[in-house]
């Protein structure tokens, strides 16, 4: 464990929530001229999953920010022109491709041992790569087909082999089509003086524990590792070059490191009621979430349907910088319905109806329906106020 200086800083729980949210573009007026684009580079990473109930979560992220941003603006935002790359960041990410060097020594570590246990015929590896340089970006399919015929995982030579490009560098997921990753190479994708820059695991390192740093706004040890998987050995290593400072928060039990911009202005603004993808880095640590917003938060849409509190896809609702109840949302053709609502109290109602009633506009419902709520007696107060929207 590394030692940690003394505080920079002294922060109370609430300085240390309301940082949190304006790092996370939540606090003051969004980045309108800057977009999508805007909030991923701020961000420095939005979390790709298959789930897709409301919309998809990297949807859901700039939507949260922005409001009704359109959902085709959304894609071409994150895709077109070069603008961004797949890889392993928290999880598989769309990441700004300017950040392409940090995430050498991520490569380097995939190279240097052997992943899956997944066995690849002799010249596998080399025909991909040809047939893409030849061919141009292509989806595993294309490339002769991403299974074998039997369980999901039971994936086909070619979807092996272009996946260990992937993990190793030689290639790039450049989009995704109907889901499916589109590969091409990275000496292609890749701008040339990214594509050559020589960074060592040190300055990677330092480079995204800062900018984990930043997007945080404040956070421990952990939270600031976990935002890029990082080990704590590695942030351990690197945080004293980082830039950023160590802070103590009321009510932490562990020690904190802060971006120095989020210390320098006390962070004003409101935002706008919303609902959050359970995949938004705001509220993905779960330790983290509890920590600054006493809300516990748990997907479970892996868990057995009896086991479940909240519901498959439950989403957090955001309202005056606390996470005040959840909406298990589903869509009916041009009904947006809300399957189960958990509320943390009455006064909460307006906060819930309204998001609600914009989600349903930006996904194109014309109604919305409440189902079950919890409390139940809030359920007509509810639904009156939805309708009254």
Partial sequence: MTTVPSPAAELSADE??????????????????????????????????????????????PYARLGAVGRRTVEDAYWTEGHSFEYWSHAACILPV?????????????????????DLPDGAYEKVIKQLRAEGPLTATELGGAKNGGEWWDWSASKVAVERALMYGEVVCTARRSWKRVYDLAERAVPDHLLNAELDDAECLRRLVRLAGEALGVGTRADIADYHRLKGEQFDAVVADSGLVPVTVQGWSKPAWADPEALASVPRGRHRTTLLSPFDSLIWERARTERIFGFTHRLE?????????????????????????????????????????????????????????????WVGCTDVRVERVSPPELHGSLTQAVKAL
């Fill in 16 to 61: 240390a929530r309301r940082i949190a949210l304006r790092a996370q573009g939540f606090l003051g007026a969004p980045d309108r001229r800057g977009g999508v684009r805007g909030v991923l580079r701020h961000l420095g990473a939005v979390q790709l999953d298959t789930i897709s109930v409301l919309a998809r979560s990297h949807e859901l992220i």
């Fill in 98 to 118: 300017e950040e392409w060097p940090h995430f050498a020594f991520r490569r380097r570590a995939y190279r240097s041992r052997p992943h899956w246990s997944h």
């Fill in 301 to 361: 849409a892996y868990v057995p349907k009896q086991k479940r509190v909240y519901g498959y896809f439950a989403m957090p609702v955001l309202a005056g910088g606390r996470l005040v109840g959840r909406v298990d949302p589903a869509r009916e053709g041009s009904t947006l319905v809300a399957k189960q609502v958990s509320l943390e109290g009455a006064k909460y109602v307006p906060a819930v109806a309204q998001a609600l009633s914009e989600a349903a506009t």
